[in-house]
């Protein structure tokens, strides 16, 4: 069996579920290269990108292997821990900016970053809540369904 045969194979026994995990995972790939291009230069955003990069190795990895659910739970547990990395890179920053604001008035347009901040916090948080759902539903087809496909 070739490789691209077996890819095939393969992609012919996943159900949709699968799929939104592998959807869901490269969209916090995605905020991972958003908040590290946009978010250097505030803070510190390069672990961020890393743990979520690892977590979707980890997916592959894992759901090459037959074990789909472990792979979405990885993605889901890394994805959440680059959101704390995240957080943790960037706190100082923004609250620096806010407490020097606190003395001279408030202006929640004029602290850079913070939009991206946000956008990239909801995308970390949507990824690592649709991936701990797909973790526990079932991504591989019934033997009988994926005959049928």
């Not at 592959?60 to 890179?89: E, I, K, P, R």
Request: proline share 1%; with cysteine.
């Amino acid at each position: 069996m070739t490789l691209n045969e077996y890819v095939k194979q393969y992609m012919r026994t996943r159900t949709a579920a699968f799929y939104v995990a592998l959807g869901v995972s490269l969209l916090a790939v995605a905020a991972g290269v958003i908040a590290c291009a946009g978010l250097s230069a505030y803070g510190t955003a390069w672990p961020a990108l890393v743990c979520v990069i690892v977590g979707f190795m980890a997916f592959l990895v894992l759901s090459f292997a037959g074990q789909d659910n472990a792979g979405a739970a990885a993605m889901g547990v890394l994805t959440l821990a680059g959101f704390v990395c995240l957080l943790v890179g960037e706190y100082s920053h923004f609250f620096n900016t806010i407490q020097n604001q606190a003395m001279t008035g408030f202006n929640i347009a004029s602290v850079d970053g913070l939009m991206l901040l946000i956008v990239c916090v909801v995308l970390y948080v949507v990824s690592a809540i649709a991936l701990n759902v797909c973790a526990w539903l079932r991504l591989k087809k019934t033997a009988g369904a994926a005959r049928a496909a």
